[in-house]
């Protein structure tokens, strides 16, 4: 086996990455920004090069922040019907507000997350 075969299968912690793409932080060096708009994974980090073009979350993120964002916010509702009673409309609306920004703030996080952990398990998208 050569060397460049041995250095190119090199260990890649998961959890490390995985911090890093929480961060929208490019998983290998932890510096160069991981997505360059809302959603859209650059083709390579700005600062070590890694490539990243490869990488594809597809629906994965979308479920993450759904199974999140719908626990939390079930989880919610109940404590603030039980011990506030509030009026419906104003109780709808509320929790709906939170469900749109905590999720358009969670989406791209755990897009972060799936991108890092194929790249640190060398997966290169599904």
């Not at 060397?3 to 890093?20: E, L, N, T, Y």
Request: hydrophobic content about 45%; charged content about 15%.
């Amino acid at each position: 086996m050569s060397d460049v075969h041995s250095m190119d299968q090199g260990v890649r912690p998961w959890k490390p990455a995985v911090a890093k793409g929480l961060r929208l932080r490019c998983p290998n060096c932890g510096d160069g920004a991981l997505l360059h708009s809302y959603l859209k994974v650059n083709d390579c980090c700005s600062e070590c090069g890694e490539e990243l073009f490869h990488q594809r979350a597809d629906d994965g993120p979308a479920y993450l922040t759904i199974l999140i964002v719908g626990h939390v916010l079930g989880i919610a509702m109940h404590i603030l019907y039980t011990q506030f009673e509030p009026e419906p409309l104003v109780f709808a609306l509320s929790l709906s507000v939170i469900a749109v920004i905590s999720s358009l703030l969670l989406l791209p996080r755990m897009k972060g997350l799936m991108v890092a952990y194929q790249w640190a398990n060398r997966m290169h998208g599904f």
